[in-house]
């Protein structure tokens, strides 16, 4: 799924945000990616985006390199990508099955399975009976799933969530962890950044990657 091999960033600043990175996360994997502010992790999920590139090293996800002359490539990997970052860009004044809708719009489906597949997205995260709400009228854990149903309308293969419980008390937290993790079980690997390592001390069938000063240490549980 993705293969890292000597990988190192560097912005222009000349801020060295990862170094030798070795990475063979497999499909169907659940990856949490912890550390503190500014440590390197939203900086792995850009690379796996094709936001950034690898300065040095190489990288792979689902099969295809990541490179600045690759944006082919890179367009093919992101409709296969479900993002759910921290700024959920959602449109203001409009629905949430229609934000839903709109994220699936370069996927080459009909306005019919769109519509179909965008439902079912809402039903899946438990929004079914706000479908036809305004995202302004929603709490902020309600606007969270529906950028998570965003994400995995399009059923993606892999799932790329940048600190999805900020922002949230403990229960939603939990709830919010809980249902990326049941994405796994179709086969969809889900990469999760958190600050929050309380709310996954107990898991027990997961791999661990912590960043520190852009390098990296990984422990696989079950």
Request: proline residues 4%.
């Amino acid at each position: 799924m993705i293969i890292a091999n000597n990988l190192s960033l560097v912005y222009p600043d000349k801020t060295q945000a990862l170094i030798d990175v070795d990475l063979n996360i497999k499909a169907g994997e659940l990856v949490y990616i912890t550390g503190p502010s500014g440590s390197g992790k939203t900086s792995l999920l850009k690379l796996f985006m094709g936001i950034e590139y690898p300065s040095t090293g190489s990288l792979s996800v689902m099969g295809k390199p990541i490179k600045n002359n690759s944006k082919g490539n890179i367009r093919k990997i992101r409709r296969n990508i479900g993002p759910v970052f921290q700024e959920f860009k959602l449109i203001k004044g409009r629905t949430s099955l229609e934000n839903v809708m709109i994220g699936m719009r370069f996927l080459g489906l009909t306005p019919k399975c769109i519509k179909k597949e965008a439902n079912e997205a809402l039903e899946k995260v438990g929004l079914g009976h706000k479908k036809l709400s305004k995202v302004e009228h929603l709490s902020w854990g309600e606007t969270q799933r529906v950028a998570i149903a965003r994400a995995v309308a399009r059923k993606p293969s892999l799932i790329l969530a940048d600190e999805p419980t900020g922002n949230l008390d403990y229960d939603n937290a939990i709830n919010i962890l809980g249902l990326l993790k049941s994405f796994r079980n179709e086969n969809t690997t889900v990469i999760i950044t958190t600050h929050a390592t309380h709310l996954i001390m107990e898991e027990q069938n997961a791999t661990f990657i912590s960043v520190d000063g852009g390098r990296i240490r990984i422990e696989r549980k079950g």
